[in-house]
């Protein structure tokens, strides 16, 4: 608590200082946060976190989703397809998938190579610039194994005779799905919503390694974090990392929120206390 | 296959229909002709269905999961590869298969040879969930069990962290700890394990303590037992599924942690593995692909372990402990 909650006010009375780690703070008002809206850069790794969060966070439940509803059938070798769909959720953030992805998206990587085969022009995931973030996508998409994990421990507590009784009034498999499903796991998606959005604006070690440390190329995968960490800890302009931190949680905050507020709407929790 | 697949929709629907109701309960809706004779015909085509419906299913199953291993597969086989046949090669085998790759790996980088590295990596690992253990099972302890004046305004606190981007606080732990001296030791590391700053674990804990029945600590309250002695005696033994989960994934996120040593290690010698790989990959950029992936490779196996022997801990700790948020 101590190490949260003293550095949180310390770093709320940082972000409106100049400080470089070697002198005194000096306190400089709203410089920052005025610097900061004035910087291209900063809308640059705003808009490139924007797009991961929007874009990459439905297509990762989407996927989690879609598998889980798979392994809810009655099946054999469940546990074995479970536990290997898992699995990259545990590494994926880790530097050695990092450079996995690197190699097979590079140019004349395993990737091109697929992609010409299918007609698209020659040339490697990793230093095009519109090409990057699909490839953070796919990365992310790759690790769906833990909120798969967690829909599928929803979608058996579904109970089976909602199913058996739309069946018998006539439902077919998308009312079913878009009536019962969706209605009944609606806590766990919004649970599942609100972790991997968090987790999204999070991301920092694939990108530092994939781009080298820099965001690069032309600043494609300049990740909000990745930006942050530059500016604190490679140019050590320490109060203006701080109010771009500020920034981050109050954004945070308001999704998170958002987020909240909306669930009233379309949230189903049912009669009896989870 | 198509001549199964054409079955009139219609027709599979009120078959499972029909299952839907209890067995003898066929008879009920009063127009139910079937003879013997025909029953088994249906049952035979249901079965029959039923095989290709698994068929189908299997095979998605089955395409989807060579999809998800392969990177992981082609990094495993790759790391066996010279280096000139792992770019662009699609194929997980290669006639030349050696481990002069790995040789060259463990020999490390800058002087610092990788046990070192693997040495760093398992001390801080190893602290970690000696840290998380004590402190977060003490503090859920705690919130769970103790009635202390603030207690749920602590708890929302910790509960908002969980929240919150760890980026906030990264700047001013890094002054203090700076200004304390502690940049290139492990403390900057491994204190906020210690001090049950790692809210998830503690939330964990609290979660499970407060489904363990209260009349336990209360029957041994009127022994004469203190706090100390209910938590020790009585919670801690309770705890174990908790404490497996949370040692398993405070080991997990050590290993694989980028950030903290990137801020904290400067020196090679201090280096986690992730940082010295990082090393490697900027000082080897293009030249030596097998070395890299024979690192990686080997930066990875003590998680795979993990994940091979604790499974089912870590899916269901996913499962049941991710619901309770």
């Keep these: 608590m101590l190490l949260t909650a003293f550095p949180m006010v310390a770093s709320l009375y940082l972000a409106f200082t100049d400080y470089d780690l070697f002198h005194d703070p000096s306190w400089i008002g709203l410089q920052n946060f005025r610097d900061l809206f004035a910087d291209s850069r900063f809308w640059t790794s705003a808009r490139v976190t924007a797009i991961y969060v929007l874009v990459g966070t439905p297509i990762k439940l989407a996927a989690a989703l879609a598998v889980a509803m798979l392994l809810n059938m009655k099946h054999r070798g469940q546990g074995a397809y479970r536990s290997i769909f898992y699995a990259p959720s545990l590494i994926g953030a880790s530097v050695s998938i990092a450079i ?51 829909f599928l421990a929803g979608l058996k507590q579904v109970p089976a005779e909602l199913y ?19 209605p009944m796991l609606s806590p766990v998606l919004f649970f599942n919503l609100l972790l991997e959005t968090i987790g999204a604006f999070q991301v920092f070690g694939s990108a530092f390694i994939i781009s080298g440390g820099t965001g690069g190329p032309a600043d494609s995968t300049l990740f909000y974090t990745l930006y942050l960490y530059i500016k604190g800890f490679a140019q050590f302009d320490m109060g203006y990392a701080s109010a771009m931190a500020w920034v981050l949680v109050i954004v945070v905050g308001v999704i998170t929120t958002i987020l909240f507020k909306t669930s009233n709407a379309w949230v189903h929790y049912s009669g009896d206390n989870r | 296959m198509s001549a199964h697949t054409s079955t009139p929709q219609t027709q599979s629907l009120s ?52 999809v998800v291993l392969y990177p992981g597969v082609w990094m495993l086989t790759s790391s066996f590869k010279p280096t000139n046949e792992i770019i662009g090669n699609i194929s997980l085998w290669s006639d030349n298969m050696s481990v002069d790759n790995f040789a060259t790996a463990l020999s490390g980088i800058g002087g610092v040879g990788f046990w070192t590295f693997f040495t760093n990596s398992m001390i801080l690992a190893i602290a970690s969930v000696v840290g998380v253990t004590l402190s977060a099972s003490v503090s859920a302890y705690a919130f769970a069990r103790i009635n202390f004046p603030g207690r749920g305004v602590f708890f929302a606190i910790m509960i908002g962290t969980l929240l919150l981007p760890f980026h906030v606080v990264i700047i001013p732990q890094y002054v203090m700890f700076n200004q304390f001296g502690m940049v290139n030791t492990f403390i900057p590391l491994l204190a906020p394990k210690f001090l049950a700053a790692e809210a998830f674990f503690v939330f964990l804990m609290v979660q499970f303590m407060r489904n363990l029945p209260r009349e336990l600590d209360e029957a041994a309250r009127i022994d004469g037992c203190g706090h100390t002695r209910i938590f020790a005696s009585i919670m801690l033994p309770l705890m174990r599924p908790a404490i497996i989960t949370s040692s398993i994934f405070a080991f997990i996120w050590s290993w694989n942690d980028f950030l903290g040593p990137l801020l904290y290690l400067k020196k090679p010698d201090l280096y986690s593995l992730p940082i010295a790989l990082r090393l490697y990959v900027d000082q080897t950029s293009v030249s030596d692909y097998g070395a890299q992936m024979a690192m990686a490779v080997l930066a990875l196996v003590p998680v795979m372990i993990f994940f091979i022997l604790f499974q089912r801990y870590i899916v269901d700790g996913v499962a049941t402990q991710g619901l309770k948020g």
């Design chain 2, 15 to 66: 078959n499972q229909a029909a299952a839907a109701l209890p067995p003898g309960a066929g008879g009920a809706g009063g127009h139910d002709p079937n003879g013997e004779a025909a029953k088994a015909a249906r049952r035979g085509a249901a079965r029959r269905r039923k095989g290709l419906k698994a068929l189908g299913f299997h095979a998605v199953m089955l395409a989807a999961t060579v």
């Design chain 1, 164 to 182: 058996e009784a739309a069946a018998v009034d006539g439902a077919g498999p998308a009312r079913k799905f878009w009536r019962i499903t969706i």
């Design chain 1, 100 to 150: 996995v992805w690197k190699a097979m998206f590079i140019d004349d990587g395993i990737v091109d190579r697929i992609a010409q085969v299918f007609g698209a022009p020659a040339g490697g995931w990793v230093g095009d610039p519109s090409k990057t973030m699909p490839m953070f996508i796919l990365l992310a998409t790759w690790t769906f194994g833990a909120p798969m994990v967690i």
